[in-house]
């Protein structure tokens, strides 16, 4: 009953990181996701698998396939060095569940 | 929008502290508040959940009889009761409102909980 992700990603500024969170195990397809600065509280870019809250840049954008959803994030910039995390509502067990984190490093 | 968590400090195992959570900028009553936890180099741990009329008060398992969440909608105020604390419970502790069942659309900064053995 886990969001399993990597622990760590790497991009270069300019090109497209992708991050993944797989569901073990938690029926709810509906993932949201989340980037902590560092020092600082979580902010939402993506909710229900792909939309985006007012505000967050149209270079965030989510997928979903099988157990599988990927946050993307087009166009890297150094600013988007932080970590993220994806969270689903698991309703077979009354919980939030957040996923291990990926740390993404903007080379 | 905002939330402002206070109450956190250093206190040995085994004593108790509440943590608050003040609430300004939007309507209260209109939201679902949560608490999560982030020990020191670690991920996210959400530990509860509790509706404006406190029907939904949900706690995850490994705080249940330890912890306990609470609100007063006339001063926009939700908190967070610890007891019996362990060193395990040492993190930053943020609370997060949400709708019924949504994700978390706002989250104060923190207050850090150190437990000392």
């Known amino acids: 009953y886990e969001l399993t992700q990597a622990p760590s990603v790497s991009v270069a500024p300019g090109e497209t990181a992708r991050i993944t969170c797989v569901r073990n195990n938690i029926e709810n397809e509906i993932v949201h996701w989340y980037q902590q600065q560092p020092g600082q509280a979580p902010v939402l870019v993506v909710s229900?698998?792909?939309d985006r809250p007012p505000g967050i840049p149209a270079r965030f954008s989510g997928s979903s396939f099988d157990n599988t959803d990927t946050l993307t994030i087009s166009r890297v910039e150094a600013g988007d060095e932080a970590a993220y995390y994806c969270?689903?509502?698991?309703?077979?067990?009354?919980?939030?569940?957040f996923g291990g984190g990926t740390k993404l490093t903007v080379l | 929008v905002q939330l402002v968590e206070s109450g956190g400090g250093v206190v040995q195992a085994g004593r108790s502290l509440r943590l608050s959570c003040s609430a300004s900028?939007?309507?209260?009553?209109?939201?679902?508040f949560h608490w999560v936890r982030q020990a020191p180099g670690k991920g996210l741990e959400w530990l509860a959940l509790l509706s404006f009329d406190e029907k939904s008060n949900l706690l995850r398992d490994s705080v249940i009889g330890r912890f306990s969440v609470s609100r007063n909608n006339l001063k926009s105020i939700l908190y967070l009761q610890m007891n019996s604390l362990e060193v395990d419970d040492t993190a930053r502790y943020f609370c997060?409102?949400?709708?019924?069942?949504?994700?978390?659309?706002?989250w104060g900064q923190g207050t850090l909980v150190a437990v000392s053995s």
């Open positions: 969270q689903v509502w698991d309703f077979n067990r009354d919980l939030w569940v």
């Open positions: 229900y698998n792909n």
């Open positions: 900028g939007f309507t209260f009553n209109d939201y679902v």
């Open positions: 997060a409102r949400g709708r019924e069942g949504a994700p978390f659309d706002n």
